[in-house]
């Protein structure tokens, strides 16, 4: 069992910056962050795994940078020339294996949610 709680949400206009943050409570092998609007499928947006490897999606390669902290259980996700399509419910995900399509693997542990909105 692993307990997530994501921070950092917030509203900004087009062309911003924002940092998003998630404490673990214990150590995983994989974190994750996830989004979704409604109507829209949930997806993958940055993944990190403990031997640094990372998965980003198209839509946010060269724009979003995600980190982690294996002392400290922490995750972040540094967005910058934020757009009004990544408007979303972002969460923080936890997972002890690892596959590059899934973002983690499918043992998933799941933050509640910090919400972004990038609007003018």
């Known amino acids: 069992q692993v307990q997530l709680v994501e921070s950092g949400g917030g509203s900004v206009q087009p062309g911003g910056s924002l940092r998003l943050s998630c404490v673990a409570s214990k150590y995983t092998y994989c974190m994750a962050w996830f989004r979704q609007t409604p109507g829209k499928e949930r997806e993958g947006v940055a993944a990190?795994?403990?031997?640094?490897?990372?998965k980003y999606a198209d839509s946010v390669q060269g724009r979003f940078t995600i980190s982690r902290d294996i002392a400290k259980n922490t995750l972040v996700l540094e967005m910058n020339s934020l757009k009004a399509e990544d408007t979303a419910m972002f969460y923080c995900?936890?997972?002890?294996?690892?596959?590059?399509?899934?973002?983690?693997?499918?043992?998933?542990?799941w933050g509640q949610g910090t919400q972004v909105t990038v609007s003018s």
């Open positions: 990190i795994a403990r031997d640094g490897r990372t």
């Open positions: 995900v936890a997972s002890n294996t690892w596959l590059t399509n899934l973002y983690c693997g499918d043992d998933k542990y």
